[in-house]
């Protein structure tokens, strides 16, 4: 999980939720002659389908939680000839289910459930934009 915030202490707002395959990122729209500050999160956690329904414009995926310490749940999309899952959305603890509206081709994308748990923390980064 990456973080930004402008102040070394924060607050911290999460800017992305990173698949493991990531090893570079972009942020978007920043503010000139700024300075930011950015910290990673490791997460860890069961992974596990859900039940899916089909509607109109929209996937309705519930599921059992069975975790008693998650952080929050991931619903995790792999594209039809994709080769990983990364993050389309972001649940709270204890909730156990969404509905995503679908976009061209989502409908022979494979989905999972993460139940995370956020574990070690990185040192901060601190980058000053250009004006």
Known sequence: MLEF???????Y??????????SSYRHPDLMPDTTFFYR???YRGPVFRPLRAE?????RFTWTD??????????????????GYEPVAVLD???TGTTLATLPG??????RIRA????????????????
């Not at 707002?13 to 990173?18: A, E, K, N, R």
């Not at 509607?55 to 996937?59: G, R, S, T, W």
């Not at 989502?106 to 989905?111: L, R, Y």
């Open 93 to 95: 603890p204890d909730v």
């Open 66 to 83: 069975t975790s008693s310490d998650e952080d929050g749940f991931l619903l995790e999309a792999r594209k039809e000839h994709g080769t």
């Open 5 to 11: 915030a402008t102040e070394e202490a924060g607050p």
């Open 13 to 22: 707002t999460v800017l992305d939720h990173l698949p493991r395959q990531v």
């Open 55 to 59: 509607l109109p414009d929209a996937i």
């Open 106 to 111: 989502d409908e022979h994308a494979t989905f």
């Open 116 to 131: 995370f748990v956020l574990g070690e923390r990185s040192n901060v980064v601190r980058l000053t934009t250009g004006e």
């Open 40 to 42: 990673l999160w490791t």
